[in-house]
């Protein structure tokens, strides 16, 4: 009987042993009880299971990977099972446990990739996710459960989508404080789901340190980027804007390139201008500090903020406007180098709504045309769905769709 | 047990629930119980490791599919040839596919043909100088003939060359060493060469003939799975029905995409993106399965891990 990756109870003590019966001598038992602490970041965990999933209100950890799968299981049972699994992994990895690196022979391939060494640590990971419009289609009888208002990303007049970034039949961002965590943590899930899952699209995420600077962290633009983002400790407010009455949520993912070069070349009073900031300390313009109300009362004409910079546009804060606020959960990102040679990099937009039409697109639809646009180009991303956390150890996301 | 595309210990632990244990026990890192690595690919007792002997009748076997597979690719090259001589493209193209994915589904013997595969298969991103290098020759210089220059009287030479070395490739068959080992890890290296070259594209750019090679490939894992079948099944049936399970998935999309083909399968790079996904996912999941093959039926007396203590657990 092959028992792949079983799960033993009884932890250390039992794998000690398992090992110490496979290895000359006994002292194995003696190595593993010699663990030292672990350091704050890499101890960090946060529950897999829970009312909502992880990965949404989490304060964002410094380092992400989303990625879009698109589902190749033949049958219905194929793909719960997938996602039954993809949920048990995640918990797994999210908690954290002893690997063995390498196996005595005969047991077939290496159970872990030991990227992390031979103790898993949780790393803070948070694994969430979603599904897309696609996937309810008729392939897997879940037309009839499309959650109302999700639909693939439409491209909006600015965008220049590119399919092989766009879309996906299953979502999963992943978020930890060590970057190896979610390599570790990416090959192991993909290894876990490799005949039902197929890898659509990759982008990997960054945050600059908090002790850098106080305040929201900056963009590759160089400007701070998140300052007015809703209180997520405020759990009315995020019942209005984040939750769907059942617990999931709407994320939209946008990979947003920008043209770096191009930027660089801008003065940074024209910067300032289009984003409606000051480059040094995030101020609105004409304001002294971060998080002072840009108080666009008293500039009726734009002539302090003008009319169409990026923060005004994105949330006038009138009472009409309040309702449209979205929860932003992004990261820097860095790819490669394009044909020209001009550098891949940009923003990694993730954002949770409640409604996409009501919050997402009413944002888009009045930013369209903004001045910033000719730097910074959506080429990707989507739509999806995220349902509410496993309930517990035998339950899994997604498994509502199933029922 | 419907799971048959998931890994196997995974859906066995998640059938009995298992994963419940780990989060029931108590907090904090260093006391956490863990998923564990147990002895996953079981050995039943009363089999003893398999010797290099038990490989003689599974080679056997393979090296008369090898000889019959390069007495059809010497036919294949000889209607190439004919095709060329009366410059009919179309001809010369449809026979170079027949002798290619006969040529790939001899796949587990590569490495035991020495330069002869070199000059059959070489593929120009190892010669320096890439296609202008003068060693660049075989099937694929007859790919950038025909595909690359739309020509067929630049692969009239070339095309004579192949038909040459394949023959010769052919009456050497018999006394090609193959090493059961290397024979034991072919069982999923045929299929990680089809994920590295054919479906990243990169060994036929011109034809983009990477289905074409896919099928000769799961053709090749086939026989080597099947020759090996008695080795497998007596140390643990379930490796064996899992990878089957698995390239069973992958024949049934290759003969998809063949009946949509008229018969013919598409090119590679003209395939849709969720095509692509799923034959790509589908021969992963297979390599997947297969991998579990090698280690079963290792060959090679036993040998005591020396590794120190602290490589095994966390320090």
């Known amino acids: 009987m092959i028992r792949r990756r079983a799960f033993l109870a009884g932890g250390l003590a039992a794998g000690a042993a398992a090992a110490a019966g496979r290895l000359a001598g006994g002292a194995a038992v003696a190595a593993a009880t010699q663990a030292p602490a672990a350091d704050a970041a890499l101890g960090e965990r946060f529950a897999f299971d829970g009312t909502h999933q992880a990965g949404i209100l989490t304060p964002r950890q410094p380092y992400a990977i989303v990625v879009a799968f698109d589902a190749i299981a033949d049958t219905r049972g194929q793909l719960a099972d997938a996602l039954a699994a993809l949920s048990a992994r995640a918990r797994a990895l999210a908690h954290g446990y002893d690997a063995l690196l390498g196996a005595p022979g005969g047991e077939g391939p290496t159970p872990d990739s030991g990227v992390l060494g031979a103790r898993v640590t949780p790393d803070g990971l948070t694994v969430t996710i979603g599904f897309g419009a696609s996937l309810f289609d008729d392939r897997y009888g879940l037309a009839h459960r499309r959650p109302r208002g999700l639909k693939a990303m439409p491209a909006f007049p600015d965008d220049a989508i590119e399919p092989a970034r766009t879309h996906g039949d299953v979502l999963v961002q992943l978020c930890a404080n060590t970057h190896e965590k979610l390599l570790h943590a990416l090959r192991d899930l993909m290894r876990t789901t490799r005949g039902a899952l197929a890898p659509r699209w990759k982008v990997e995420g960054f945050l600059p340190p908090p002790q850098r600077e106080p305040g929201a962290g900056r963009n590759l633009l160089g400007f701070k980027d998140g300052t007015a983002n809703p209180d997520v400790a405020d759990a009315g407010l995020m019942d209005e804007l984040v939750w769907t009455p059942e617990g999931g949520t709407f994320a939209v993912v946008r990979i947003i390139r920008n043209r770096v070069e191009f930027w660089d070349r801008v003065a940074r009073g024209e910067q300032e201008l289009m984003i409606g900031r000051d480059k040094a300390h995030g101020a609105p313009l004409g304001r002294a500090a971060e998080h002072d109300d840009p108080d666009y009362a008293s500039d009726p004409n734009g002539e302090r903020i003008p009319l169409d910079a990026h923060i005004r546009l994105a949330r006038p804060r009138t009472p009409q406007s309040e309702g449209s606020r979205i929860l932003r959960r992004g990261y820097n990102c860095s790819d490669g180098v394009d044909d020209a040679g001009q550098l891949d990099m940009g923003l990694l937009f993730v954002a949770f709504n409640r409604d996409l039409a009501r919050q997402f697109e009413a944002v888009q639809k009045r930013l369209a045309g903004e001045p910033l646009v000719d730097y910074v180009v959506p080429v990707g991303g989507g739509y999806f769905y995220l349902p509410p956390g496993a309930r517990d150890a035998q339950d899994w996301v997604g498994s509502g769709l199933f029922v | ?315």
Do not use: K
């Not at chain 2, 007495?71 to 410059?87: E, K, Y």
């Open chain 2, 1 to 315: 047990m419907r799971a048959t595309l998931l890994l196997p210990g995974l859906a066995l632990a998640l059938a009995a629930g298992a994963c419940g244990d780990v989060q029931r026990a108590a907090d904090g890192t260093a006391s956490a119980p863990a998923p564990r690595l147990e002895q996953r690919v079981a050995v039943s007792g009363d089999v003893p490791r398999a010797r290099p002997a038990d490989f003689r009748a599974p080679i056997a076997r393979y090296r008369a599919h090898v000889r019959r597979e390069l007495t059809a690719m010497a036919a294949d090259v000889a209607a190439l040839r004919a095709a060329l001589a009366r410059g009919d493209l179309a001809g010369a193209r449809g026979a170079w596919l027949a002798a290619d994915g006969r040529y790939e589904s001899i796949g587990a013997a590569y490495g035991a043909f020495g330069p002869l595969d070199a000059a059959i298969d070489g593929r120009p991103g190892v010669l320096q100088g890439g296609v202008r290098s003068a060693r660049f020759d075989g099937l694929h210089r007859v790919e950038l003939a025909l595909w690359g220059r739309r020509s067929t009287a630049d692969a009239r030479a070339p095309a004579a060359r192949l038909a040459r070395d394949v023959a010769r490739l052919r009456s050497h068959v018999g006394s090609i060493a193959i090493d059961p080992l290397d024979y034991a890890l072919r069982a999923h290296e045929v299929l990680e060469d089809t994920l590295q070259l054919q479906l990243a594209g990169v060994a036929s750019p011109w034809a983009s003939a990477a289905l074409v090679a896919l099928e000769g490939n799961v053709r090749g894992t086939d026989v080597v799975l099947g020759s090996l079948r008695p080795l497998v099944v007596r140390r643990n049936p379930r490796v064996l029905a899992q990878a089957q399970a698995a390239l069973a998935r992958l024949r049934a999309e290759l003969r998809r995409l063949h009946r949509r083909g008229g018969g013919a399968l598409p090119r590679w790079d003209a395939l849709p993106r969720r095509e692509r996904e799923r034959v790509a996912g589908l021969t992963a999941a297979a390599a997947e399965q297969l991998a579990f093959v090698p280690e079963l039926i290792d060959p090679r007396p036993p040998r005591r891990p020396q590794r120190a203590l602290g490589t095994e657990l966390a320090q």
